[in-house]
């Protein structure tokens, strides 16, 4: 990262986090590809999810539920929203 970068970056952390959020957001954005290649990506996550829905539905595969899933995925344990007690 060059001199002009870590300087945006130390500022861009100062922010608060709804406007680092958006900043986020934005630069992301700002990397997406051409519209030819979003519609392609766009294309191929419908086929995998049709292939998906279509291997649960004659019981080749089976969900899993969250509370199992969730610790694989984050190395944290599942909390649901209703065991918060804010």
Known sequence: MDIQAQHLLSEALKLPAVSREDLAVRLLGSLETPGAEVEEVRQAWVEE????????????????????AWPNITGKPWRSKSSHHD
């Open 49 to 68: 999810i049709d292939r998906r829905v279509a291997k649960m539905e004659n019981g080749e595969s089976a969900a899993i539920p969250i509370e199992v």
